[in-house]
């Protein structure tokens, strides 16, 4: 009798441990999102969201990666790195995440990459700079590492003779800056000035346009995001300056029809900035593979959104790629894919491309491995690929 008692007890736990695996394996992938669907960059947070959700829908439709589906978990940062940190904490400790996608500051990024390494979770970066601990980041979009050569070569070619930097305060702004001045000493462009600026709160930049007026610089790089855009724009007008102006690839994050009404179409016109080939897409040769790939997409958006996606917001075609990349990954990875074995998978990844335009490469020595920067324009309200 005891030993049947033990037998019913062993077979009872047996089959309450293939319960358990089989509905592990049938549980779905846990993907966290933390970004910034409200604040000053809730564009980006908000743009990036719907990207991410679409190409999860397809990869579920075609009945997901391994049989089993992928859950996003979006979280809300708010813009502001002391809400971003404990929410990184639930995604991580909490949900159990496999990766996550984002923050898209660059300041979260900081504070939250030293947790994601210990805990083994990759991070799929939406920011333009990876963060000091970055053995579990990925950067998505280009870095400016990759940003500056383009823009001081262009400004050089088109006869640039001094160029004046105004940089917000954040960690990338600050990082994107420094890049340009190293690489403007490097081609031989004279920095005569450089001043910043709280892309989140400053409205007034008369006083340092006002410097770089003086300076003589015939060319200002603007790093930064949001209306302080529109407004450099404007009041660079308005002290009657006639400096060229060259921005990062997040100057229009507020998107063109608003950086056209707070700085005025005048003031705008003929802006430069650098971007990607999303953004221009419908101005490659239509027999560009990059041309087809791309329009497709805007299709599929409009079906699921009912409008096409704005072309300056490129991050929301950088997340969509995001998400077939985090596919390609667990698919390289296997079905019992772990943090470890998912960042080896990435790290596999050579020349994906996918419909932002630019190319991903990574390996276990380069996690920042997006090139594809190209140069576009503001005219008549909208962006152009200046050839």
């Not at 008692?5 to 062993?10: C, D, G, K, L, T």
């Not at 210990?118 to 990759?146: N, R």
């Not at 003086?214 to 302080?228: F, K, Y």
């Not at 996606?309 to 019992?336: C, F, H, S, T, V």
């Amino acid at each position: 009798m005891r030993m049947r008692r033990v037998a019913q007890a062993v077979l009872t736990a047996a089959l309450s441990v293939a319960g358990y695996s089989a509905c592990g394996a049938n549980e779905p992938y846990k993907i966290g999102m933390l970004t910034s669907m409200s604040g000053y960059v809730a564009n980006m947070g908000l743009g990036g969201r719907d990207g991410l959700m679409l190409a999860v829908d397809e990869i579920n439709k075609r009945g997901g990666v391994h049989g089993r589906m992928i859950k996003i978990i979006p979280l809300n940062d708010e813009s502001d790195a002391t809400k971003g940190v404990p929410l990184a904490v639930n995604l991580i400790e909490g949900e159990k995440v496999l990766a996550v996608v984002g923050p898209v500051r660059s300041d979260i990024v900081e504070a939250v990459a030293p947790m994601m390494e210990k805990s083994q979770v990759v991070d799929m970066v939406c920011s333009t700079i990876l963060p000091t601990k970055h053995k579990y980041a990925f950067a998505t979009a280009p870095t400016p590492d990759e940003e500056a050569p383009v823009a001081i070569a262009f400004m050089k070619k088109n006869g640039a003779k001094s160029v004046a930097i105004l940089s917000a305060l954040d960690v990338w702004a600050r990082t994107l800056a420094k890049a340009w001045a190293d690489e403007a000493e490097k081609q031989g462009l004279k920095v005569v000035a450089a001043e910043s600026y709280n892309s989140a709160t400053d409205k007034n930049f008369i006083p340092q346009l006002s410097k770089f007026k003086s300076a003589n610089a015939d060319w200002i790089l603007v790093t930064g995001a949001g209306p302080a855009a529109g407004l450099i724009l404007k009041q660079k007008a308005e002290i009657g300056y006639t400096a060229s102006v060259f921005g990062s690839t997040t100057f229009p994050v507020a998107g063109i029809s608003a950086l056209v009404q707070i700085g005025g179409p005048a003031a705008v016109e003929g802006t430069y900035f650098a971007t990607v080939p999303f953004s221009v897409w419908d101005t490659f040769p239509q027999e560009d593979p990059r041309y087809k790939t791309i329009a497709q997409f805007r299709e599929a958006f409009k079906v699921k959104y009912n409008n096409y996606p704005d072309l300056a917001q490129w991050w929301i075609a950088q997340n969509y790629d995001i998400g077939m990349l985090l596919a390609e990954g667990i698919k390289r990875a296997g079905p019992n894919v772990t943090g470890a074995t998912l960042k080896a998978a990435l790290e596999s990844i050579q020349n994906y491309q996918g419909v932002l335009g630019v190319s991903f490469s990574y390996s276990p020595e380069r996690h920042s491995g997006v090139s594809g920067v190209v140069v576009g324009q503001i005219k008549d309200g909208k962006v152009v690929l200046v050839k």
